[in-house]
């Protein structure tokens, strides 16, 4: 069975800096994407940023410049660092993973339970 699971969240200061982290576990072969969304209080959930396993990535505008997503495709991780946090960047922040093929299966996509971010100005 796929499980994803976070780490990194917490308190954190406005113009400080994050590392969240994410494992993927399961007989897995191959993950073709795994990224991270974030959900605000009263928000819809939005991508914040992907990493393909082309290495490709993707950012939403509001983080552009300013984070990192890198992946360890050997050990089914994937890690966002976050700079310069904004009290707007508060949020419960799940990782998924995208097309995750294991020893016998196909799995089409699956999120973790999520870890919360709060930035404090």
């Known amino acids: 069975q796929v499980q994803l699971v976070e780490s990194g969240g917490g308190l954190m200061q406005a113009g400080g800096s994050l590392i969240l982290s994410c494992a993927a576990s399961g007989n897995i072969v191959s993950i073709n994407a795994m990224g991270w969304y974030r959900q605000a209080a009263g928000k819809q959930r939005e991508l914040v940023a992907v990493?393909?396993?082309?290495?490709?990535?993707n950012y939403v505008d509001s983080v552009k410049g300013r984070s990192t997503i890198s992946r360890d495709n050997a050990k089914n991780t994937v890690s966002l660092q976050m700079n310069g946090l904004k009290p707007e960047d508060t949020a419960v922040y799940y990782c998924y993973a995208e097309g995750i093929r294991t020893v016998s299966s196909y799995v089409t996509g699956y999120w973790g339970k999520g870890t919360l971010v709060t930035v404090s100005s």
């Open positions: 990493i393909r396993n082309t290495g490709s990535t």
